[in-house]
C-alpha cells in the first residue's frame, strides 16, 4: 500500500496534537499517567501538546497527507539521553508545571525512560507514533516507520523506542527491534518494552 507521507510542520500542532490524543486514549501508559476516563479526556491533550512542541523544536514529526497518522523522531547522538537537551534536568519539571503540576507521574514517566534510554551510540529515538483509532491496523505506522529505518539502514544507524502496549511491541518485533532490557515496570503501573533495532545491510 502507497502512503503519502510528508514532514510535518508548525501550522500542523493543532492537528498533531488531536491526532496524539485520540490515538493514545487507551493506551494502557496514558491510562496509567491520566489514571481515569474523564480526567484523560480534559488533560491528556496537553501532554501531546508538549510532546509535540519538543519535537517540533528539536526532532522530525513524519505525517501522512491525510492527517492520520503521525511519527515523533529525535536524532540522539552517542552522549545523549533522547531527551532534547543531555544537559536539561529540569526538562520533566518543566513539562509537568506546563501539563498538569499536581501530576507527578507527568514528570515521572519522562524521567524513568531516559533512565532506561541506552547511550554511547549515536541513533534515532521514535519517541511515539499515533495512528487516529478509525485507520489502526491498516499498515500506516508500519510505512511511517519503514521510511526512517530504510535511511538507518542506508546511513548504518540504530534505533529505539519504547513500546508502551503489548500490541506494540509486536509490531516493533516485526520491523527487527528487539528488547534491550527487562520491561520497565511503571510504579502500580503497565510495563514499557524498551526496544533496540541494529541497522540491516544494504
Known amino acids: 500500500m502507497g502512503v503519502a507521507i510528508r514532514t510535518a510542520g508548525e501550522g500542523d500542532r493543532e492537528l498533531l496534537v488531536r491526532l496524539l490524543d485520540e490515538a493514545f ?14 480526567y484523560r479526556r480534559s488533560t491528556h491533550h496537553r501532554l501531546m501538546g508538549a510532546f509535540t512542541d519538543i519535537v517540533l523544536a528539536g526532532g522530525r514529526i513524519d505525517l501522512t497527507e491525510d492527517g492520520s497518522a503521525c511519527a515523533l523522531w529525535m536524532s540522539v547522538p552517542a ?9 536539561d534536568d529540569e526538562g520533566p519539571a518543566r513539562v509537568r508545571r506546563a501539563v498538569d503540576p499536581e501530576n507527578e507521574r507527568v514528570e515521572m514517566i519522562s524521567r524513568l525512560t531516559a533512565e532506561v534510554h541506552p547511550t554511547g551510540r549515536a541513533h534515532e529515538y521514535l519517541w511515539m507514533i499515533g ?7 491498516e ?17 548504518g544507524l540504530p534505533a529505539y523506542l519504547e513500546a508502551s502496549s503489548a500490541r506494540s511491541r509486536l509490531l516493533y518485533e516485526r ?9 520497565l515496570q511503571l510504579p502500580d503501573g503497565p510495563p514499557m518494552w ?6 540491516c545491510a544494504p
Request: glycine letters at 16%.
Open 25 to 38: 486514549q487507551d493506551d494502557p501508559v496514558s491510562g496509567w499517567v491520566f489514571p481515569g476516563t474523564e
Open 175 to 183: 520491523l527487527g527491534f528487539a528488547p534491550v532490557r527487562e520491561p
Open 139 to 155: 499498515g500506516l505506522g508500519t510505512a511511517l516507520i519503514g521510511s526512517v529505518l530504510d535511511r538507518c539502514d542506508r546511513e
Open 194 to 199: 524498551p526496544m533496540w533495532r541494529e541497522p
Open 79 to 87: 552522549d545523549d539521553h533522547g531527551t532534547g537537551d543531555p544537559a
Open 131 to 137: 495512528v487516529v483509532p478509525g485507520r489502526q491496523g
